[in-house]
């Protein structure tokens, strides 16, 4: 018995051991870009872990339009007052693709869980199938059609519509979601001369709050560090038009860039991650509940 204990303690002690290793090996760089975002002295802060002294000059200059900070490393000052610009057509583009795609996650989810059509189980593998080809191969078409019927390369608007237009495809985890919703419920309300419109707002929605901030959260975390398809639609010829990660990227692309605005990429990727921190840690019991209720057969 005791060796049984003793055997725990022991296996007990490893595991910790290992997921203390796991943890400081996961947050050392995070703890070094932050320690990197308030050193003084440009890109030579680089070679230390810890810098040999610290400012807040980096996160001034960020929003340099309001603040009036210019960058302390040099006398290139290209990008000054761009970054509160790029961090406003995130903003926008993240809050916009963000309400649309969960009305239409969430509207293509219900519809697949409670109504029976023919072709519904055709559609869905169809969609399954599509979902297993990488969205970038379609970028060459999408960057025509957003150029030559909207009219919108070059501008953030289109990110938003491209964003947006497919988001009814993932809708396999909430609609998993609302299959552990009794459809007793929805008959219930229907006798009580409730509608569609009505069951799915007043009723389903209120019971389905975990998978509702899950789909909200991954509806903005997916357009506000995303890049490849930004940089592709908007351009490098439109600075004013950037989003947060196309700018950044701009700052560490040449060795010239790369010298003035280390310490500033440094700051920016720290201000850019702060957000999503925030609402994943504030939401953080919705979102695990979300998950796992969702990852049912349907």
């Known amino acids: 018995m005791k060796s049984l204990k003793a055997g725990r303690i022991i296996s007990d002690v490893i595991i910790y ?3 203390v290793a796991l943890s400081l090996i996961w947050l050392a760089p ?3 870009l932050i320690l990197q975002s308030f050193g003084a002295g440009g890109i030579a802060v680089r070679s230390k872990f810890i810098p040999d002294s610290f400012t807040f000059e980096n996160y001034l200059w960020l929003f340099s339009n309001w603040t009036g900070q210019t960058n302390p490393n040099a006398n290139v000052h290209a990008y000054d007052g761009m970054f509160s610009r790029w961090f406003l057509n995130t903003l926008i583009v993240s809050v916009l693709t963000c309400l649309i795609s969960t009305f239409l996650v969430l509207g293509t989810a219900y519809a697949l ?24 191969l379609s970028m060459i078409i999408m960057y025509w059609v957003m150029r030559d019927i ?16 497919g988001a009814g495809g993932g809708y396999y985890i909430s609609k998993g979601f609302f299959d552990t919703i009794s459809k007793n419920i929805d008959e219930a309300a229907e006798i009580d001369g409730a509608s569609r419109s009505d069951i799915f707002w007043k009723i389903i929605l209120p019971l389905a709050k975990p998978i509702l901030v899950y789909t909200i959260l991954t509806s903005f975390m997916g357009p506000w560090g995303e890049y490849v398809t930004s940089s592709y639609i908007i351009g490098l010829q439109n600075p004013d038009n950037w989003t947060v990660a196309i700018g950044l990227y701009q700052m560490m692309s040449g060795q010239d860039t790369a010298v003035t605005y280390y310490t500033q990429f440094a700051a920016g990727s720290v201000v850019v991650a702060l957000p999503i921190s925030i609402l994943f840690f504030i ?4 979102y695990v509940s979300g998950v796992t209720g969702g990852a049912v057969k349907g």
Do not use: D, E
Request: glycine share 8%.
């Open 150 to 165: 909207f009219h919108l390369q070059g501008s953030y608007w289109s990110l938003v519509i491209i964003y947006s237009a």
């Open 283 to 286: 939401l953080q019991r919705y």
């Open 113 to 136: 869980s409670r109504f029976r059509f023919k072709g519904r189980q055709a559609l869905m593998r169809m969609n399954l199938i599509i979902g297993m080809f990488p969205g970038f």
């Open 17 to 19: 051991i290992i997921l």
């Open 30 to 32: 995070t703890v070094w």
